[in-house]
C-alpha cells in the first residue's frame, strides 16, 4: 500500500514554512555542473551547512527552508568566476634577487605557493633541510615534499 500524504515530519517542516526543492534543486545543478565550486565552498559563501547542500544536491530532500532557495537562486552560474578566483600557480623557478636575500641572511618574503621552488634553490646551494624549513618558515614534511618535486 503506498499513500501520497506526507510523512509526519514532512508536514511538521511544511507547517515550519518549508518549501518544495525542486527550483533549488536544479539550480544547485547548474551551479555545480560548471565545475567551478565545490559544495563545501558554495555553503561557506551562501553561510548554510554544507550538509544540506549535498543532501539537496543527492535528492534526498523535498523540501527547504525559503532562505535557502533565496539565497542558492541569487547565485548566479555566470558570476562564478569572479566569486571564487581560482589561485595563481606557484612559480616554475626562484627571483634571482629574493633568493639572493635569502642567501644572504636578509629578510625576504616568499609566498607560501612559492615556498618549494624557493627549497629547492637553497638546497641546490647546499643548504640542509633544517636550515631550509628554518628559513622559509616550513615543516620538516613540507621541506621534504619539496626537495622530492611535490608542491608542498
Known sequence: MTTTEPSYAARRLIAD???????????????MDTGW?????????????????????????????????????????????????????PIAAPNAVVLQRILDGRQACVDAKDKPVYARGLRAHGWGKNRIGKVLGMSGTKVNKALEGGHS
Open 17 to 31: 514554512g518549508y518549501i518544495d526543492a525542486t527550483r533549488a534543486t536544479e539550480h544547485l545543478a547548474t551551479v
Open 37 to 89: 565550486v565545490t559544495t563545501h565552498r558554495l555553503a561557506q559563501h551562501l553561510n548554510w551547512p554544507s550538509m544540506t547542500l549535498l543532501r539537496l544536491q543527492a535528492g534526498r530532500s523535498r523540501l527547504i527552508s525559503p532562505d535557502l532557495e533565496k539565497r542558492l537562486l541569487a547565485v548566479d552560474p555566470t558570476e562564478l568566476p569572479t566569486l571564487f578566483p581560482r589561485p595563481e600557480p
